[in-house]
């Protein structure tokens, strides 16, 4: 099994053109690799009282 780590920072706001380079790079590895892949937020503590889904619909 091959699985991906996608480290994203909650304490910096993530750009257009950072998310435009981390699509790019994953569709290098085909359409299947979202299956694989595990998002990992840090810095979760910068949220305070929101949850991480209520941070993600905001962005």
């Known amino acids: 099994p091959v699985s ?4 994203i920072r909650l ?3 993530f750009q257009e ?9 994953m569709k290098l590895f085909g359409d ?19 949850t991480i889904e209520l941070y993600i619909e905001s962005e």
């Open 32 to 50: 299947t690799i979202w299956d694989q892949t595990i998002v990992l937020f840090t810095c979760g503590d910068w949220l305070g009282d929101r």
């Open 11 to 13: 304490d910096s706001s």
């Open 17 to 25: 053109e950072e998310r435009k380079a981390v699509k790019d790079h």
């Open 4 to 7: 991906f780590l996608l480290v």
